[in-house]
């Protein structure tokens, strides 16, 4: 031993994982139609209320794409006898901020505040909801916010790929080739009058649903949201039926000039799966070794032994059809090919022979392990009830995640990369100097190459 450790105790040795049970939830429907979920979590004095609405950005009428985001944003301006800076203000009085937004299954208002606060609080959050005056002023200032986004949005090589690459993913008349804000083409078409007419149609007591989750009892949570939301009378309809057809079903490139980028950013995959796929946890295990963890073998290979990029990545995106399969990554402009080349061995690696006994332990004990973290606070427990409504996931799903994420196989594993890995339909998107890449790209045997200007929108026409 070293002197300079003499008198040091050893290092303390991890214990027994401790068990983790998500906590426990409670359904009840209102005779109007409104769904409550109650979730006790009574270690602190506070609430958090979290509404989801169905009616997200797949409910988007054909050319107006961004009208739920915008409706949802809306809803905070103004109430009757109280708009703008005041209504903030009766929120802030009761200790809290409410927050809203829309997401591809839904729409979503959520606030957490001190337990002796959740009447008036939820009271108020209910006439946000069902009352609001959508001012006309308001309205504009924010679609003309989102304007100016996608503009600097689309200046900046990852925002451009990532909004390209859906685009190029799905055929143009997809829902999903747009994104859930809408288009520099559908944005400017937003008006106060479609607002009034998507909150009119979608927002109601039978597409709503209300997630309590802190300090309260089944009983309390119940007679909260009856006060504050039982006598909401009002018809509203569901969104359409989600579509996810691709835009091809063969591989090939598209490259989207951006001579002024210093590198290329990368965008590799195909469509993925719906979330309530039978094979979801052996995709979330397959994609974690793949490219979701920082030792992922992308990640690994790109970063750590060819110097390509900071940082490469895979995921799935998770919707109720099926969401894009990425690979992403920015490289340098001379290595493009290169990279690319180590993209498409990882994925073909993948589909060629089971994980290790090491890589399937490694990906097991990091899920199962962070899993208990990601529930610590109520607004983080109210927003994962919430997209499990949204998404229709089982109600036993978190209650038996960490048993089945470890009782995976590798040839489990295997298969789901087997079946759900489709080298021969991805979809390769580089955005950057178009020029110098082109040459590197057109050998590759990948199919067809595309050129594109950075403001070419496939799904506004061909």
Not at 106 to 124: D, F, I, N, Q
Not at 170 to 195: F, H
Not at 275 to 300: C, E, K, Q, T, W
């Amino acid at each position: 031993m070293s002197p300079s450790l003499a008198g040091v105790p050893p290092r303390p040795q991890p214990g027994t994982p401790r068990s983790y049970h998500f906590p426990a939830v409670h359904r009840h429907t209102l005779p109007n139609g409104v769904k409550v979920v109650v979730v006790p979590m009574p270690r602190l004095p506070i609430v958090t209320a979290m509404v989801y609405v169905d009616a997200g950005a797949n409910a988007d009428p054909a050319g107006e794409e961004g009208l739920a985001l915008l409706t949802a944003s809306s809803l905070t301006e103004g109430i009757v006898g109280c708009e703008g800076t005041p209504l903030v203000e009766r929120f802030e009085q009761l200790g809290t901020v409410a927050s809203v937004w829309a997401d591809w299954e839904g729409s979503y208002a959520r606030l957490t505040v001190l337990k002796e606060k959740v009447a008036p609080a939820l009271a108020l959050l209910a006439e946000v909801l069902r009352a609001p005056t959508f001012p006309v002023r308001e309205v504009e200032r924010l679609r003309d916010q989102r304007l100016s986004g996608l503009t600097q949005q689309l200046a900046e090589p990852r925002g451009l790929a990532d909004e390209r690459f859906d685009a190029f993913l799905y055929a143009p008349s997809m829902r999903y080739a747009r994104p859930v804000g809408g288009t520099p083409q559908t944005v400017p078409r937003l008006t106060r009058e479609g607002v009034v007419a998507f909150h009119t149609r979608h927002y109601g007591p039978a597409t709503t649903t209300l997630v309590l989750v802190g300090d309260l009892t089944p009983e309390a949570g119940v007679q909260l949201a009856t006060t504050a939301l039982g006598g909401w009378a009002h018809a509203a309809a569901r969104g359409p039926a989600v579509y996810d057809t691709a835009a091809e079903s063969a591989r090939r490139i598209v490259l989207v000039e951006k001579p002024d980028a210093p590198q290329s950013e990368l965008r590799v995959g195909h469509v993925g799966v719906p979330r309530l796929h039978p094979d979801y946890l052996a995709i979330v295990v397959m994609n974690g070794l793949l490219g979701g963890f920082f030792s992922s073998r992308i990640n690994l290979n790109l970063r750590e032994k060819h110097a390509f990029t900071y940082g490469a990545s895979s995921s799935f995106d998770w919707r109720r059809a099926a969401g894009p399969f990425t690979v992403g990554t920015a490289v340098k402009t001379e290595v493009t090919a290169r990279a690319l080349e180590e993209i498409l061995k990882e994925i073909d690696a993948m589909r060629a022979a089971p994980p290790t006994a090491s890589e399937l332990a490694l990906a097991a004990d990091y899920l199962a392990g962070v899993f208990p973290l990601r529930f610590e606070s109520t607004a983080a427990v109210a927003g994962t009830v919430a997209m499990a409504e949204s998404l229709g996931v089982p109600e036993d799903f978190y209650s038996t995640y960490r048993e089945r994420v470890r009782a995976l196989t590798a040839d489990e594993v295997h298969v789901a990369a087997r079946t759900h890995l489709h080298p021969d339909r991805l979809l390769v998107l580089a955005v950057g100097d178009t020029a110098a890449v082109a040459p590197m790209l057109d050998g590759m045997g990948l199919g067809p190459v595309t050129r594109v200007a950075a403001e070419f929108d496939p799904t506004e026409g061909r």
